[in-house]
Protein backbone atom coordinates (compact mmCIF):
# COMPACT_ATOMS: atom_id res chain seq x y z
CA UNK A 1 0.00 0.00 0.00
CA UNK A 2 0.93 3.54 -0.95
CA UNK A 3 1.24 5.68 2.23
CA UNK A 4 1.46 9.21 2.26
CA UNK A 5 2.20 11.21 5.70
CA UNK A 6 1.42 14.66 6.77
CA UNK A 7 3.65 15.69 9.62
CA UNK A 8 5.99 18.51 10.37
CA UNK A 9 8.96 16.67 8.39
CA UNK A 10 11.21 19.63 7.97
CA UNK A 11 11.40 21.38 11.32
CA UNK A 12 14.47 22.53 13.15
CA UNK A 13 12.92 20.57 16.35
CA UNK A 14 14.11 16.97 17.55
CA UNK A 15 11.13 15.34 18.46
CA UNK A 16 9.32 16.49 15.49
CA UNK A 17 12.05 15.09 13.07
CA UNK A 18 11.80 11.95 15.41
CA UNK A 19 8.02 11.34 15.33
CA UNK A 20 8.26 11.92 11.68
CA UNK A 21 11.14 9.27 11.34
CA UNK A 22 9.64 6.94 13.41
CA UNK A 23 5.45 7.20 11.66
CA UNK A 24 7.65 6.09 8.36
CA UNK A 25 9.93 3.42 9.59
CA UNK A 26 6.84 2.20 11.92
CA UNK A 27 5.11 1.68 8.48
CA UNK A 28 7.69 0.67 6.04
CA UNK A 29 8.44 -2.31 8.85
CA UNK A 30 4.99 -3.30 7.71
CA UNK A 31 5.56 -3.32 4.65
CA UNK A 32 4.32 -0.24 2.98
CA UNK A 33 5.85 2.37 0.66
CA UNK A 34 5.77 5.09 2.76
CA UNK A 35 6.55 9.15 1.50
CA UNK A 36 6.02 12.52 3.16
CA UNK A 37 3.71 14.33 1.49
CA UNK A 38 5.63 17.51 1.07
CA UNK A 39 3.53 20.46 2.36
CA UNK A 40 5.76 23.06 3.78
CA UNK A 41 4.20 26.33 4.15
CA UNK A 42 5.72 29.45 4.10
CA UNK A 43 5.19 30.58 7.50
CA UNK A 44 6.78 27.01 8.21
CA UNK A 45 9.99 28.00 6.70
CA UNK A 46 10.01 31.28 7.95
CA UNK A 47 10.04 30.31 11.83
CA UNK A 48 13.44 28.48 10.67
CA UNK A 49 15.07 31.45 8.89
CA UNK A 50 17.72 32.71 10.28
CA UNK A 51 15.90 35.79 9.63
CA UNK A 52 12.74 35.76 9.63
CA UNK A 53 11.54 38.72 7.45
CA UNK A 54 7.60 38.45 7.98
CA UNK A 55 8.02 38.59 11.50
CA UNK A 56 10.78 41.52 11.31
CA UNK A 57 8.10 43.50 8.92
CA UNK A 58 5.15 42.96 11.50
CA UNK A 59 7.45 43.79 14.57
CA UNK A 60 7.37 47.62 16.12
CA UNK A 61 10.19 49.29 16.91
CA UNK A 62 11.40 47.85 19.59
CA UNK A 63 10.51 44.18 18.05
CA UNK A 64 12.72 44.88 15.32
CA UNK A 65 15.80 46.08 17.71
CA UNK A 66 15.02 42.90 19.68
CA UNK A 67 15.49 40.85 16.05
CA UNK A 68 18.50 42.17 15.48
CA UNK A 69 20.43 41.95 18.63
CA UNK A 70 19.21 38.54 18.64
CA UNK A 71 20.15 38.01 14.68
CA UNK A 72 23.69 39.55 15.34
CA UNK A 73 24.32 37.44 18.41
CA UNK A 74 22.57 34.40 17.59
CA UNK A 75 24.03 34.55 14.01
CA UNK A 76 26.95 31.45 14.01
CA UNK A 77 25.22 28.87 16.15
CA UNK A 78 22.12 29.01 14.52
CA UNK A 79 23.47 28.89 10.86
CA UNK A 80 25.57 26.06 12.47
CA UNK A 81 21.84 24.41 13.93
CA UNK A 82 20.01 24.61 10.71
CA UNK A 83 23.14 23.03 8.72
CA UNK A 84 22.90 20.05 10.89
CA UNK A 85 19.16 19.46 10.37
CA UNK A 86 19.70 20.03 6.68
CA UNK A 87 22.48 17.70 6.56
CA UNK A 88 20.39 15.25 8.76
CA UNK A 89 17.43 15.65 6.22
CA UNK A 90 19.66 15.17 3.33
CA UNK A 91 19.55 11.21 4.44
CA UNK A 92 16.70 10.44 5.93
CA UNK A 93 13.96 12.97 4.81
CA UNK A 94 14.26 14.37 1.17
CA UNK A 95 14.73 11.00 -0.42
CA UNK A 96 11.19 10.34 1.23
CA UNK A 97 9.47 13.25 -0.30
CA UNK A 98 7.00 13.66 -2.96
CA UNK A 99 4.95 16.26 -4.58
CA UNK A 100 1.28 17.50 -2.82
CA UNK A 101 -0.39 16.59 -6.35
CA UNK A 102 1.04 12.84 -6.09
CA UNK A 103 -1.55 9.71 -5.52
CA UNK A 104 -1.77 7.46 -2.24
CA UNK A 105 -3.72 4.64 -1.22
CA UNK A 106 -3.79 6.42 2.41
CA UNK A 107 -3.10 9.58 3.63
CA UNK A 108 -1.62 9.82 7.11
CA UNK A 109 -2.05 12.67 9.22
CA UNK A 110 0.18 12.71 12.16
CA UNK A 111 1.61 12.74 14.69
CA UNK A 112 2.97 15.78 16.35
CA UNK A 113 0.75 18.92 17.34
CA UNK A 114 -0.25 19.46 13.76
CA UNK A 115 -4.10 20.41 14.98
CA UNK A 116 -2.73 23.59 16.98
CA UNK A 117 -4.03 27.22 15.89
CA UNK A 118 -1.32 27.78 13.76
CA UNK A 119 0.26 31.52 15.31
CA UNK A 120 1.07 32.65 11.74
CA UNK A 121 -2.76 32.39 10.82
CA UNK A 122 -4.33 32.99 13.82
CA UNK A 123 -6.37 29.71 13.32
CA UNK A 124 -6.32 25.95 12.42
CA UNK A 125 -5.01 24.97 9.50
CA UNK A 126 -7.15 22.87 7.17
CA UNK A 127 -4.49 20.73 5.33
CA UNK A 128 -3.23 19.26 8.76
CA UNK A 129 -7.07 17.50 8.85
CA UNK A 130 -7.48 16.34 5.56
CA UNK A 131 -9.24 19.59 4.14
CA UNK A 132 -7.54 19.66 0.79
CA UNK A 133 -6.98 18.63 -2.79
CA UNK A 134 -4.52 15.35 -2.17
CA UNK A 135 -5.88 12.74 -4.09
CA UNK A 136 -5.37 9.53 -1.76
CA UNK A 137 -8.35 6.97 -1.35
CA UNK A 138 -8.35 7.35 2.48
CA UNK A 139 -7.97 10.55 4.99
CA UNK A 140 -6.64 8.79 8.63
CA UNK A 141 -5.31 10.92 11.58
CA UNK A 142 -2.97 8.79 13.65
CA UNK A 143 -1.71 10.10 17.09
CA UNK A 144 -2.91 13.72 16.01
CA UNK A 145 -2.39 16.70 18.78
CA UNK A 146 -3.55 19.90 19.32
CA UNK A 147 -1.85 21.34 22.41
CA UNK A 148 -4.38 23.67 23.60
CA UNK A 149 -7.82 22.48 23.18
CA UNK A 150 -10.50 24.40 22.24
CA UNK A 151 -12.31 26.48 24.89
CA UNK A 152 -15.24 28.52 23.05
CA UNK A 153 -17.79 27.39 21.06
CA UNK A 154 -16.75 28.85 17.72
CA UNK A 155 -13.46 27.05 17.84
CA UNK A 156 -14.93 23.62 18.62
CA UNK A 157 -17.17 23.92 15.96
CA UNK A 158 -14.05 24.76 13.55
CA UNK A 159 -12.70 21.61 15.16
CA UNK A 160 -15.78 19.73 14.64
CA UNK A 161 -16.14 20.31 10.85
CA UNK A 162 -12.29 19.93 9.89
CA UNK A 163 -12.42 16.53 11.49
CA UNK A 164 -15.11 15.68 9.96
CA UNK A 165 -12.88 15.02 6.61
CA UNK A 166 -11.26 12.25 8.03
CA UNK A 167 -12.33 8.64 7.57
CA UNK A 168 -10.51 7.29 10.68
CA UNK A 169 -9.72 9.09 13.90
CA UNK A 170 -6.45 8.34 16.40
CA UNK A 171 -5.84 11.20 18.42
CA UNK A 172 -2.66 10.94 21.54
CA UNK A 173 -4.10 12.97 24.24
CA UNK A 174 -7.17 11.72 26.27
CA UNK A 175 -7.97 15.22 26.68
CA UNK A 176 -8.22 15.68 23.04
CA UNK A 177 -10.49 12.29 22.83
CA UNK A 178 -12.75 13.16 24.95
CA UNK A 179 -13.36 16.62 23.29
CA UNK A 180 -14.06 14.70 20.45
CA UNK A 181 -16.57 12.16 21.74
CA UNK A 182 -18.13 15.34 23.29
CA UNK A 183 -18.60 16.44 19.50
CA UNK A 184 -20.10 13.84 18.32
CA UNK A 185 -17.47 11.11 16.70
CA UNK A 186 -17.55 8.10 17.71
CA UNK A 187 -14.74 5.51 17.56
CA UNK A 188 -12.21 7.99 17.96
CA UNK A 189 -8.77 6.00 19.29
CA UNK A 190 -6.04 6.64 21.90
CA UNK A 191 -2.80 6.05 20.04
CA UNK A 192 1.08 6.29 21.20
CA UNK A 193 2.91 8.54 19.61
CA UNK A 194 4.70 6.63 16.88
CA UNK A 195 8.73 6.87 18.82
CA UNK A 196 7.54 4.71 21.07
CA UNK A 197 6.82 2.19 19.06
CA UNK A 198 10.22 1.42 18.08
CA UNK A 199 12.33 -0.55 20.88
CA UNK A 200 15.51 1.17 21.56
CA UNK A 201 17.55 -1.71 19.23
CA UNK A 202 15.19 -0.82 15.99
CA UNK A 203 16.06 3.11 16.75
CA UNK A 204 19.87 1.96 17.00
CA UNK A 205 19.30 0.13 13.66
CA UNK A 206 17.85 2.98 12.12
CA UNK A 207 19.75 5.72 13.40
CA UNK A 208 22.93 4.41 14.38
CA UNK A 209 25.32 6.52 17.12
CA UNK A 210 28.70 6.84 18.55
CA UNK A 211 29.05 5.40 21.68
CA UNK A 212 30.16 7.76 25.31
CA UNK A 213 33.40 6.91 27.09
CA UNK A 214 33.73 10.03 28.79
CA UNK A 215 32.59 10.95 32.37
CA UNK A 216 29.46 10.42 33.63
CA UNK A 217 26.28 13.31 33.30
CA UNK A 218 22.91 13.68 33.41
CA UNK A 219 21.01 15.56 30.54
CA UNK A 220 18.81 18.71 30.85
CA UNK A 221 16.55 19.06 27.99
CA UNK A 222 15.67 22.02 27.86
CA UNK A 223 12.77 23.94 25.75
CA UNK A 224 12.24 28.04 25.45
CA UNK A 225 10.60 28.03 29.13
CA UNK A 226 12.21 26.27 31.21
CA UNK A 227 10.37 24.29 33.34
CA UNK A 228 13.22 23.37 35.80
CA UNK A 229 14.89 24.94 38.49
CA UNK A 230 18.40 24.95 37.12
CA UNK A 231 20.18 25.24 41.18
CA UNK A 232 17.35 22.35 42.22
CA UNK A 233 19.03 20.37 39.14
CA UNK A 234 23.04 21.14 39.91
CA UNK A 235 22.04 20.26 43.25
CA UNK A 236 20.56 17.05 42.29
CA UNK A 237 23.41 16.35 39.85
CA UNK A 238 25.86 17.05 42.25
CA UNK A 239 24.60 14.73 44.46
CA UNK A 240 24.88 11.73 41.98
CA UNK A 241 28.04 12.92 41.10
CA UNK A 242 27.11 13.37 37.52
CA UNK A 243 28.47 16.18 35.40
CA UNK A 244 25.06 18.27 33.75
CA UNK A 245 25.08 18.82 30.34
CA UNK A 246 22.72 21.19 28.81
CA UNK A 247 21.01 20.59 25.54
CA UNK A 248 19.09 23.53 24.18
CA UNK A 249 15.90 23.55 22.05
CA UNK A 250 17.16 26.42 20.49
CA UNK A 251 20.34 28.29 19.22
CA UNK A 252 22.43 30.75 21.98
CA UNK A 253 25.27 32.42 21.31
CA UNK A 254 26.97 30.04 24.81
CA UNK A 255 27.63 26.99 22.99
CA UNK A 256 30.13 24.86 24.90
CA UNK A 257 31.01 21.44 26.12
CA UNK A 258 27.79 21.05 28.64
CA UNK A 259 25.98 24.05 26.90
CA UNK A 260 24.52 22.35 23.85
CA UNK A 261 22.33 25.06 21.36
CA UNK A 262 23.21 23.64 17.98
CA UNK A 263 23.30 19.91 17.75
CA UNK A 264 21.52 17.87 14.96
CA UNK A 265 18.97 15.24 15.53
CA UNK A 266 21.67 12.32 15.95
CA UNK A 267 23.17 13.86 18.61
CA UNK A 268 19.67 14.35 20.37
CA UNK A 269 19.56 10.70 20.20
CA UNK A 270 23.18 10.02 21.37
CA UNK A 271 22.77 12.18 24.25
CA UNK A 272 19.77 10.72 25.83
CA UNK A 273 21.01 7.13 25.05
CA UNK A 274 24.61 7.56 26.90
CA UNK A 275 22.81 9.32 30.00
CA UNK A 276 22.67 8.37 33.56
CA UNK A 277 19.74 10.77 34.54
CA UNK A 278 17.59 12.83 31.95
CA UNK A 279 15.41 15.91 32.98
CA UNK A 280 13.09 16.87 30.37
CA UNK A 281 11.00 19.64 29.87
CA UNK A 282 10.08 17.91 26.19
CA UNK A 283 7.29 15.36 25.03
CA UNK A 284 10.12 13.57 22.91
CA UNK A 285 13.01 14.11 25.66
CA UNK A 286 10.82 12.04 28.15
CA UNK A 287 10.31 9.56 25.11
CA UNK A 288 13.20 8.79 24.20
CA UNK A 289 14.44 8.51 27.71
CA UNK A 290 11.44 5.80 28.21
CA UNK A 291 12.39 3.94 24.91
CA UNK A 292 16.45 3.85 26.50
CA UNK A 293 15.55 2.70 30.09
CA UNK A 294 16.50 5.95 31.64
CA UNK A 295 15.93 7.53 34.96
CA UNK A 296 14.23 10.84 34.35
CA UNK A 297 11.83 13.73 35.50
CA UNK A 298 10.16 15.66 33.05
CA UNK A 299 8.16 19.29 33.90
CA UNK A 300 6.34 21.49 31.66
CA UNK A 301 5.68 25.28 31.54
CA UNK A 302 2.22 24.39 29.96
CA UNK A 303 0.74 21.85 27.90
CA UNK A 304 1.29 18.81 29.76
CA UNK A 305 -1.42 16.78 28.94
CA UNK A 306 0.03 14.71 26.39
CA UNK A 307 3.00 14.01 28.99
CA UNK A 308 0.45 13.06 31.42
CA UNK A 309 -1.49 10.95 29.47
CA UNK A 310 1.76 8.75 28.71
CA UNK A 311 3.19 8.57 32.19
CA UNK A 312 -0.62 7.57 33.47
CA UNK A 313 -0.66 4.86 31.13
CA UNK A 314 2.85 3.18 32.42
CA UNK A 315 2.29 3.70 35.73
CA UNK A 316 4.64 6.67 36.92
CA UNK A 317 3.18 9.56 36.61
CA UNK A 318 5.18 10.62 39.55
CA UNK A 319 7.94 11.43 37.39
CA UNK A 320 5.84 14.73 35.70
CA UNK A 321 7.05 17.62 38.55
CA UNK A 322 5.59 20.51 39.04
CA UNK A 323 7.22 23.76 37.34
CA UNK A 324 10.37 24.90 39.30
CA UNK A 325 9.76 22.38 42.31
CA UNK A 326 12.54 20.54 44.06
CA UNK A 327 14.07 17.55 42.61
CA UNK A 328 13.22 14.39 45.26
CA UNK A 329 16.02 12.71 45.77
CA UNK A 330 14.65 9.47 47.47
CA UNK A 331 12.94 8.93 44.32
CA UNK A 332 11.95 4.47 44.18
CA UNK A 333 14.15 4.11 40.39
CA UNK A 334 11.48 3.26 37.64
CA UNK A 335 10.54 -0.27 37.14
CA UNK A 336 11.40 -0.72 33.63
CA UNK A 337 10.31 -4.34 33.46
CA UNK A 338 6.95 -3.02 34.13
CA UNK A 339 6.93 -0.20 32.30
CA UNK A 340 7.84 -2.21 29.39
CA UNK A 341 5.02 -4.80 30.13
CA UNK A 342 2.53 -2.13 29.84
CA UNK A 343 3.92 -0.22 26.95
CA UNK A 344 3.52 -3.28 24.81
CA UNK A 345 -0.23 -3.44 25.65
CA UNK A 346 -0.51 -0.18 24.01
CA UNK A 347 1.87 -0.72 21.67
CA UNK A 348 -0.31 -3.37 20.21
CA UNK A 349 -3.41 -1.59 20.89
CA UNK A 350 -1.52 0.95 18.41
CA UNK A 351 -0.57 -1.65 16.34
CA UNK A 352 -4.19 -2.58 15.36
CA UNK A 353 -5.44 0.90 14.48
CA UNK A 354 -2.63 0.97 11.98
CA UNK A 355 -3.56 -2.15 10.56
CA UNK A 356 -5.68 -1.25 7.70
Excluded at 269 to 295: D, T, W
Aim: charged letters at 25%; a positive charge.
Amino acid sequence: MKIGIVTYHRTNNYGAVMQALATRFVLEEMGHEVYYVDYWPDYHKDSYKVFNYRKFIKSNFIGKIKQLISIIRDYSSKKKRIENFEKFFQTYIYPYCRRIDDTYDVVIYGSDQIWRKQKALGTYNPFYFGDNNIKTKQNISYAASMGILPDNDADKEKVKKLVSHLDMISVREEGLRQLLLSLGFENVSLSLDPTLLLSSEQWDKHLPTEGYTGEKYALLYSMGSNAFDMKEVKKFTDSKGLKLIVLRGYATTKETETNITSAGPSEFIRLIRNAEYVFSASFHGLAFSIIYGKQFFTSFMRNSGRAESLLNQLGIKGRLLPPKSPIPQGETPIDYNTVRSKLETYRNETFDFLTF
